[in-house]
């Protein structure tokens, strides 16, 4: 079975960013970080709450001083970029790149570069691939999470995690129960002279059972209801004078 690919922050400039590219990493089942020269040393007081709970990930956390260093035990290199930068490689997508992970049976890295400006040049040169996100061409800012959310989120496809767990909805109600309430409703209707003209009853009365047994409402049940409010706060305004 292949092993989870290593995620390595190059040269990342703000503990806040580090800690929720953890948060990202481990919601989908990574915990191996690598830190290239963080700006601000490491450990940063800052990550930690921004990680909101993936301190397995912060505490594992490695540093090193150069890419070479940290990826030196990874057969396949990637790099994560928007542009290729002068470095003629292969480009793929995060899920091509997920396939062929999952496929390798040596390490796996996954670089991803600072805030600011990204990998350089030299950084990209020691991958063997480049991924690159399809996105709007006119803006294609990303932030470091957000990178990294994608990349770990098309790894975790194929590494069976258990989906969250799902609420049981209360089971709906038996229709002698929805007739009671219509049938309540349309008597406090009729008390309060909102069937009219007479000619409409029995269209009026048709679109409000309508709305009263199914979700989505058009414009018509909309105006229905209103209709209904309107008529019982007419008939509470009578009581009050």
């Known amino acids: 079975m292949s092993q989870p690919p290593v995620i390595v922050l190059v040269r990342p400039q703000l503990g806040e960013n580090i800690g929720k590219a953890a948060r990202a990493m481990l919601n989908f089942g990574l ?4 830190l290239v020269s963080p700006r601000d040393g490491w450990p940063n007081p800052s990550a930690g709450p921004a990680a909101s709970g993936a301190d397995i990930v912060l505490e594992r956390a490695q540093i090193f001083e150069t890419v070479a260093d940290a990826v030196a035990d990874c057969a396949y290199v990637y790099a994560t970029t928007v542009r290729k930068r002068g470095v003629t490689k292969p480009v793929v997508t995060p899920e091509e790149a997920a ?6 049976e040596g390490r796996s890295a996954i670089l991803f570069g600072p805030e ?3 990998l350089e040049t030299d950084d990209v040169a020691l991958a063997r691939t480049i991924i690159t996100v ?5 803006f294609g ?8 959310i994608l990349v770990a989120y098309e790894w975790s496809k194929g590494a069976a995690l258990a989906s969250p767990p799902t609420t049981d ?7 002698d129960e929805l007739e009671g ?9 009729d008390q309060s002279g909102y069937y009219f003209p007479p000619d409409r009853v029995p269209t009026t009365r048709r679109t409000l059972r309508t709305l009263l047994t199914k979700p989505g409402w058009t414009s018509q049940e909309v105006r229905t209801l209103r209709g209904v409010l309107s008529a019982l706060r007419g008939r509470k305004l009578h009581r009050n004078e």
């Not at 915990?31 to 690598?34: G, I, K, L």
């Not at 800012?141 to 990294?148: G, M, P």
């Not at 309430?181 to 209707?189: D, R």
């Open 169 to 175: 909805l209360d089971p709906p109600a038996p229709q």
């Open 31 to 34: 915990v191996e970080m690598r």
């Open 134 to 138: 399809p996105i709007n061409p006119e």
């Open 141 to 148: 800012s990303l932030n470091l999470a957000q990178a990294v």
């Open 116 to 118: 600011r400006s990204g």
């Open 181 to 189: 309430m219509i049938g309540q409703l349309e008597a406090m209707l």
């Open 99 to 104: 396939r062929d992970v999952r496929a390798a």
